[in-house]
Each structure stands twice: as C-alpha cells, then as structure tokens.
C-alpha cells in the first residue's frame, strides 16, 4: 500500500489536502483489509493525523466506507437499445477496463454488507444505476422480476470471481466465459414465450 503522510492540519487549505490524504489512504486499506480489518486509528497512522480528525472530516467509519469505496458505474453505459445483445455486452463490460480493481472494490463492498446502512445503500445503489434501467429496456412479463434475476446472475458472477475465485471460470478464455454467460442473462432480456 502506498503512503500518504500529510503531517499535522495547519494553514488554508490544508484541510482540503488532509481529507484528500484520509479518502484515498482509506480507500486503499478498505480494499485491501475489508471494512471490519480497517481501523480509523490504522487510517489515520498511515496519513500522519490524529483519528479524531478521520472523524470530523468523515463523521464516522462507516460514512467513511460509504463516501470512499463504491462499485464503479460501468454498467449503466451498457444499458441502451438494441436488447438483442444486451446480454453479452453487460457480462462483456464486467470484463472491461480493471477488473482486478474492480473485483477488489466488489469483495470490499460485499465484506460490508453486514453493516445494515452499508448494505442498503448497496442496495439503493443497485436499484437506481442496474435494476430500474434495466427494467425500462425489457418488454413482455415479469420485467421486474426479471430485471432482479439478472442483477442476481450478474451478482453471482461477479462473486465467484472475487470471492472465492473458481479456477476454470478465472482462466476461461474471456470470449467463450463471455458469450456463454452472456446468453444466459439473454434468456432473461428475452425469454421465450
């Protein structure tokens, strides 16, 4: 993990530079150790402050976590017409970009969800940038039933891959992993009547 020391708060605008400091060293140490295995007092060594300045720039640790490690929104650009590769271009956009970091970010998030606002603002987050989107895109019955199911089979993917790695999926080539996934949650977009 990189360092950010910023020394002790002093002069204009330092404050804006301390925050920073607080945001990206924490970050860094919720991804690598999880929510529960990040301590302020660990942020706040790492930045070379007080913790109780942690707390007034944040308010708390889990306002922390919520302000500085959230899921990229790769998804939503994936969520336009046509439907008729919906599938595959959202399991494709999984792969997109830096999965690992996005995996990190993913397993991070999902070691929190036992805090009870953490997981609703996950939640909250899933519903207004996935699932309504989503749902406005399909047709026929059940679409938010559907739309739910498929948020789930993304869901799903993305936890075996970050949390429990499953070799053969890891090391599938990324086209093959990527349209077979991808017409699973087409037969979603478009079930068959």
Known sequence: MTELAVGREGGEGQGAVTRAAIAATARVMFTENGYSGTSVRAIAAV?????????????????L???????????????????????ER?????????????????????????????RKKMQQA?????????????????????????GAQINGLLSILALEPDGELTTADRQVLIKTYGQAVQALIEPRT
Do not use: W
């Open 47 to 63: 930045v070379g402050i007080d913790p109780a300045l942690v707390i007034r720039y944040f308010g708390s640790k889990e306002r």
């Open 65 to 87: 976590f919520q302000e500085t490690v959230q899921m990229p929104r790769f998804l939503e650009q994936t969520l336009v017409e046509p439907v008729e590769d919906l599938g």
């Open 90 to 118: 959202i399991v494709a956009a999984l792969f997109t970009g830096d999965v690992d970091a996005r995996l990190a970010v993913y397993s991070a998030l999902m070691r929190a969800a036992d805090s009870d606002s953490i």
């Open 126 to 150: 899933s519903e207004t940038t996935f699932i309504e989107p989503l749902g406005r895109l399909l047709k026929g019955p059940n679409v938010r039933l559907r739309a739910r199911l498929i």
